[in-house]
């Protein structure tokens, strides 16, 4: 038997989450639920196997090798190992610039 990780979500990426259904439900509220269910979905998997997302190519440039990330077009998700437990981190479009996500977050 494999072993199993515990899949947390942050504040933060929680309310990535809430704004990217909250888009989608003012033009679609049945498209929005799926999408809700397929995100939910799709990170609860991350209990198994977690290392099958890739590292973050913007902070590998940079040396920074803990984050992970798994592409559900056009969201991207970001999240850490730690110990037993995975961390959901952030939640966005993929089509935006994740240095300015990060600057956005940070200042």
Do not use: C, Q
């Not at 973050?56 to 970001?78: C, N, Q, S, Y």
């Amino acid at each position: 038997m494999s072993h199993k990780y515990f899949v947390r979500w942050t504040e933060t990426a929680e309310e990535d989450l809430n704004n990217i259904i909250e888009d989608i439900a003012e033009e679609n509220p049945h498209r929005a639920l799926e999408v809700l269910e397929n995100l939910r979905r799709k990170a609860l998997h991350l209990n198994t196997l977690p290392e099958r997302g890739r590292i973050v190519p913007e902070l590998k440039d940079h040396g920074i090798t803990l984050f992970r990330e798994l592409i559900f077009a056009p969201w991207r998700m970001i999240y850490r190992i730690s110990g037993e437990t995975v961390y959901v981190l952030a939640l966005f479009d993929s089509r935006r610039n994740l240095e300015d996500i990060l600057l956005d977050r940070f200042l």
